[in-house]
């Protein structure tokens, strides 16, 4: 089984610098955990005024279209305001999604939360953190951790429900019983996030550069002495493929230094707990993305729960896209051999894959070209996961192939 995919076939997502599905906020560098794929340097007291904050959300909008806000950080709940903020993002027009590794969330932070306007929360839950408690639990064994979070917001309602998970060399083989263990709870789970872990390598032969200086690239949070290249989202496919071999993605977006990567690629399921019966197409989410875009003048971020939970009401647009015809021939079929399927609910659920920026062989850095999770620093946007460049250094490191020395 392979990840083989042509990227000429899938729908290359709609979103670009200026008019994009979300943004990245980060109120606050403090974190009470301590994730070996972050991106952050912890730094305790870090939280950011909500003066800067309103700024940075102003700015965004003067600058970006967007349907939602990525609420990130550090861990956002650590934030002691957190709750106003979650209402500015609110106010001004935007899905607040909050990006947590859930450690500060009680059941009544999570009322207040709602409260204040919360779309949805995005869980980081995986074994390459350090959480309390957890030391050496599985990505498997992890899966309770998820199924606590996913029913917490179960039972408030009205959440969008996502989980993040760092993908490392030696967890890969765990995506597909992370996939699985999703399916089993669709009807409360919405979305699941694999990010290729990567980190800025030291790789011999290179010099790293700003604004034409050579630097040690020491002081970056996300710096590593290896010299692995990261595992690509084909990988992650291949894999999941060998327990779910229909497993078909639809839409992606590109690395600005090569048209076939795949940095982000969505894919999305219908089923029910039991069973998948197929994947919409790419006509289907170009559909939703300009359907959305005409409508209410943004690119779709995350989809309500209630409309994912309308499976069978998608089954009527077969005739526009071949992925949702061969769902509803496979439900159709399902139903006629096991009549009890049809009171079952038909939901949605998306998989995203996302593999983050990639050194490539002459020094150039691709990223993900239309970045969501750009955010705002000194009033300009800047690419989140390389922000520490620019806190350490002032500019992006740009590594360089060395030059030989020259002969005497
Ligand atoms: S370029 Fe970096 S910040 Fe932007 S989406 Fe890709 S990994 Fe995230």
Redo the contacts with the bound molecule.
Sequence with gaps: MDGVLDHLKLYRLPWTLPDNAIS?LEPTTSCNLHCEGCYRKNEPEGHKPLDTVRQELELFNRVRRTDGVSIAGGDPLMHPDIERIVSMVAEMGQKPIINTNGLALTPDKLKALKQAGAAGFTFHIDSGQHRPRMKGRTEVELNELRLEYARMLADVGGLACAFNATVYDHTLKSVPDVVAWGQEHIDIVHTLVFIAYRAFPRFEGYDYLVGGEKVDIGRLAYETQTDRRGILSTDIVAEIRKRFPDFAPSAYLNGTERPDDF??LLTMRVGTKERIYGYLGPKLIEMAQVFHHLVKGSYLAYTSPKLLSRGRSLLLLSPLDRGVARTAGAYLRGVVANPSQAFKPLRMQSVMI?Q??DFLENGAMS??DG????TMHEGRLV????LEELLNYGDWVRPVVAKPPAES
């Design positions: 990245w940095k982000w996302i983050p920026a990223m993900c970045c969501p999770d750009m690419w989140s996961c390389r």
